[in-house]
């Protein structure tokens, strides 16, 4: 496993959920997805998520682009 994926396996491997599962578009100038959002297990069991979404941030305020998740109640 990559030095990239292999942080988010074991993330995963806690019991963390990725708020953008299956969406692959990179966060970072350097065209690889380095940023995220977890829901904790305790926090995936009362909220879910509604959307997330990627706001492009690069260049203009940042070396990364944003990750927004906005989470109901399940």
Do not use: Q
Request: negative net charge.
């Amino acid at each position: 496993m990559d030095k990239v994926n292999a942080p988010v396996a074991a993330v995963a491997a806690a019991g963390f959920r990725d708020a953008a599962a299956g969406d692959a578009r990179p966060t970072s100038r350097f065209d690889t997805r380095i940023d995220y959002v977890f829901l904790g297990p305790g926090t995936a069991s009362r909220w879910r998520v509604a959307a997330c979404e990627h706001v492009e941030a690069i260049p203009a305020a940042s070396d990364h682009n944003l990750v927004v998740a906005t989470l109901e109640t399940a």
